[in-house]
C-alpha cells in the first residue's frame, strides 16, 4: 500500500511541521528526492530526524551539502536520479519529494518529461517500505496534480 502527503506551497521545516510531526517519527528512514541548495533535510535533522539521505543530479550541490552537514552522523548526500535509484527495495519509510515533481514536470511537458516522471514514481514505489509516506510539496498546478491524480489514482 503506497500512503503520501501533498501539500501545496514550498516552506522549510516549519511550515511542513504540522505534516511532519503528525506522520513521521523519528526513527523513520528517509529519502529525499531533488535536494538542491534546500535546508530542510538540515532542519529535519535538527528536529530530531536523523537518518536521512539526499540525492540530487547536480554534483556541486551534493558537494556543498555534504560539507554543510558534515557534523550530522547519520545523514548522507549522493550524486543520484530519482527516476533510476541505486537501492534496495523498500530501503526507506519516507520519501521526501520537495519541487522535484515540479522541476521535472513544466506545464509543456514533453512525452520524454512524463515519461521520467513515470519512471520516478515507478522507483519511489519500489524503494518506499510497506506502510511507508511519499511527500510531495509542490506548488500543485493544476497539469501538475492532475498527472500524479491520474498515476496514483487511475480508476477514479
Given at each position: 500500500?503506497?500512503?503520501?502527503?501533498?501539500?501545496?506551497?514550498?516552506?522549510?521545516?516549519?511550515?511542513?511541521?504540522q505534516v511532519i510531526d503528525r506522520?513521521?517519527?523519528?526513527?523513520?528512514?528517509?529519502?529525499?528526492?531533488?535536494?538542491?541548495?534546500?535546508?530542510?533535510?538540515?532542519?529535519?535533522?535538527?528536529?530530531?530526524?536523523?537518518?536521512?539521505?539526499?540525492?540530487?543530479?547536480?554534483?556541486?550541490?551534493?558537494?556543498?551539502?555534504?560539507?554543510?552537514?558534515?557534523?550530522?552522523?547519520?545523514?548522507s548526500f549522493s550524486v543520484g536520479?530519482?527516476?533510476?535509484?541505486?537501492?534496495?527495495?523498500?530501503?526507506?519509510?519516507?520519501?521526501?519529494?520537495?519541487?522535484?515533481?515540479?522541476?521535472?514536470?513544466?506545464?509543456?511537458?514533453?512525452?520524454?518529461?512524463?515519461?521520467?516522471?513515470?519512471?520516478?514514481?515507478?522507483?519511489?514505489?519500489?524503494?518506499?517500505?510497506?506502510?511507508?509516506?511519499?511527500?510531495?510539496?509542490?506548488?500543485?498546478?493544476?497539469?501538475?496534480?492532475?498527472?500524479?491524480?491520474?498515476?496514483?489514482?487511475?480508476?477514479?
Amino acid at each position: 500500500m503506497l500512503s503520501f502527503f501533498v501539500t501545496n506551497k514550498y516552506g522549510d521545516y516549519n511550515s511542513l511541521s504540522q505534516v511532519i510531526d503528525r506522520y513521521l517519527k523519528p526513527a523513520d528512514n528517509f529519502l529525499q528526492l531533488g535536494c538542491g541548495n534546500s535546508e530542510l533535510a538540515t532542519q529535519l535533522y535538527d528536529n530530531g530526524f536523523h537518518q536521512i539521505h539526499s540525492i540530487d543530479v547536480e554534483p556541486s550541490v551534493i558537494s556543498m551539502q555534504t560539507r554543510k552537514n558534515k557534523e550530522r552522523p547519520g545523514m548522507s548526500f549522493s550524486v543520484g536520479d530519482a527516476s533510476n535509484l541505486e537501492m534496495a527495495d523498500g530501503a526507506h519509510t519516507v520519501i521526501i519529494d520537495k519541487g522535484t515533481l515540479d522541476a521535472l514536470l513544466p506545464p509543456s511537458a514533453s512525452d520524454a518529461d512524463k515519461a521520467t516522471v513515470t519512471r520516478m514514481f515507478d522507483e519511489v514505489h519500489r524503494v518506499l517500505a510497506s506502510g511507508g509516506r511519499y511527500i510531495i510539496v509542490t506548488l500543485a498546478q493544476p497539469h501538475i496534480t492532475e498527472y500524479w491524480i491520474d498515476h496514483f489514482f487511475p480508476l477514479l
